[in-house]
């Protein structure tokens, strides 16, 4: 507590503060906040040639001093100061409006004290930290940069040495059975058996290289959800025909049950049946032999806005998981180290991708998972009922298998991809002529008699002419067959919106490299039967 007054006289202050180095200025302890007495390094400080401008600028208080944005923080942190302690200077920091209206910081040390002349007052030092404070910004923003150069590249190291590894895996696989394959050609057994395994490793590889691109799709946040009619039973039958046999092979049960009134709603269907397919194929890995997997659905009542909350669950008496691995279960990459999982293959990415698409539609997924006992995701979505809407029926009458009189055009410009599509067309019963370019499946289709040929494979990427504008110009040919002819794409380009480009050149289907041969059969076989209808 002060207790000691001191004796200051107007004229002892403004001798001391001439003489002061900095900033130095003095002002009343009341509601007033009076400048007392100020030198010349004020005046410079806010950018005044004389007193009278700077008394015009603040007003010839403290409160004038202060940027009116900064002044309550101020205030209160001076009095908190003082209040903790009165025997040391109290500290601010504070931006300040100079005399030609630039923005400039200060740093502020003041001390209270009581005087005889004045009662209390504030006796402060100032200076100017603008530059300082640049620096000192400056400095900060780089160690931000730094620092996140350097957990970028923490990032991308642990990300190219999974993806190396997981790449390599497969690779590894495809490459030793192949020389397998052909060291026991005559052996139609081991043969067989080689080949297989090359089937299963390059179908591995292609499921990370698709959670490679979903993972750079959505990281890009490039994706459009598109709004479709669509049964839930359908869908979720669709995933269960799917995982059947693998959960068949491991000597697993799956189940599924679908108890939902309203059965045909609005939603991204492809990126329902990823979601769910993503989980129960974790569910089946991570699952042993005589296990369960049950796949189950259930809606909630319809909103005033006609939305209901659908619940997707797929639970299984799995390995379970451990609490500390719960915590990082949607992390990229992710996978809990232990014995019990050793061998299980998998990038770590499916999750991840799963929670993303989930929190892309606007729905929520937890999960529930004890060790040994098993797991249980639950994704709620929240959709709206198709009603009074009809679910576009697929024909079913296509033919059962190409003949003989079909004449595809396949457009291919790398070789060994044109070869290797040839004869897969060619064994199955198509007659086949090959181009190189966009430009030549043009000039073939126009030079050709009309109905010649009864399908067109596209490729997209071409040098001269690429498969969109191809497409595009065979569909704007004079001749009565142009806008009939069925055009396939087959492309590397797997995207959404690759697809979509595709259909907006005027194609009829979309088929991504590497293709599954009977895949590839039957929608020829299902465009030449609508065609044919």
């Known amino acids: 507590m002060r207790t000691d007054k001191t004796k200051l006289s107007l004229e002892s202050i403004e001798n001391i503060s001439e003489r002061m180095p900095g900033g130095f200025f003095i002002y009343k302890a009341d509601e007033t906040e009076e400048l007392i007495a100020y030198n010349d390094v004020v005046l410079n400080i806010y950018g005044c040639a004389d007193r009278a401008s700077f008394k015009k600028l603040t007003g010839g208080t403290f409160k004038g001093m202060v940027h009116p944005d900064d002044y309550k923080n101020v205030d209160s942190s001076i009095l908190d100061q003082i209040s903790t302690d009165e025997e040391k200077f109290d500290h601010v920091e504070y931006r300040i409006i100079k005399n030609d209206g630039s923005v ?61 590894h997981d790449i390599r895996t497969p690779m590894n696989a495809i490459m030793g059975y192949t020389d397998l394959a052909i060291k026991y050609m005559d052996d139609k057994k081991e043969l067989s058996e080689s080949l297989s395994k090359v089937k299963e490793s390059s179908k591995h590889m292609m499921s990370l290289i698709d959670d490679l691109l979903d993972m750079s799709e959505i990281s890009s946040g490039e994706v459009t959800l598109r709004e479709e009619i669509c049964s839930i039973k359908e869908e979720l039958t669709l995933v269960y025909d799917i995982m059947y046999l693998r959960a068949k092979e491991k000597d697993i049960t799956l189940e599924m049950n679908v108890d939902v009134p309203d059965d045909t709603v609005l939603i991204d269907a492809h990126r329902l049946r990823r979601i769910i397919s993503n989980l129960v194929d974790n569910a089946i890995k991570f699952s042993n032999k005589e296990a369960r997997v049950i796949v189950s659905a259930m809606a909630g009542k319809p909103s005033a806005s006609g939305y209901s909350r659908y619940e997707f669950i797929v639970s299984d008496t799995g390995i379970g998981m451990s609490e500390e691995f719960l915590q990082n279960l949607f992390t990229p990459f992710s996978r809990e180290n232990s014995s019990t999982v050793s061998g299980i293959r998998g990038a770590g990415l499916g999750l991840s991708i799963t929670k993303k698409l989930v929190d892309i539609m606007g729905g929520t997924i937890n999960c529930q998972s004890k060790k040994g006992e098993g797991t249980t995701f639950i994704v709620s979505l929240p959709l709206k009922a198709a009603k009074g809407s009809k679910k576009p029926e697929i024909s079913k009458d296509a033919p059962a298998k190409a003949e003989g009189t079909y004449r595809l055009l396949l457009v291919e410009d790398m070789k060994i991809n044109r070869l290797m599509a040839e004869k897969i067309l060619l064994s199955t019963g198509f007659l086949v002529d090959s181009v190189e370019d966009g430009s030549d499946a043009v000039e073939s289709v126009a030079n050709s008699a009309e109905n010649f040929y009864d399908l067109i494979i596209m490729d997209i990427q071409m040098p001269v002419m690429n498969g969109y504008e191809a497409t595009r110009r065979i569909r704007s040919l004079p001749r009565k067959d142009s806008k009939s002819i069925p055009i396939i794409a087959l492309s590397a380009n797997v995207r959404d919106e690759d697809r979509q480009k595709s259909f907006e050149s005027g194609m009829n289907g979309h088929i991504g490299k590497p293709f599954e041969a009977d895949k590839l059969i039957k929608t020829i076989n299902d465009e030449i039967g609508k065609r044919k209808k």
């Open 104 to 164: 400039a910081y200060v740093d502020d040390f003041g001390r209270l004290v009581d005087t005889e002349e004045f009662g209390s007052v504030y006796y402060v030092f100032i200076q100017d930290i603008t530059e300082k404070k640049r620096i000192m910004d400056e400095n900060f923003r780089m160690e931000k940069e730094l620092e996140r150069q350097r957990q970028t590249k923490i990032i991308r190291d642990e990300f190219l040495f999974n993806v190396s």
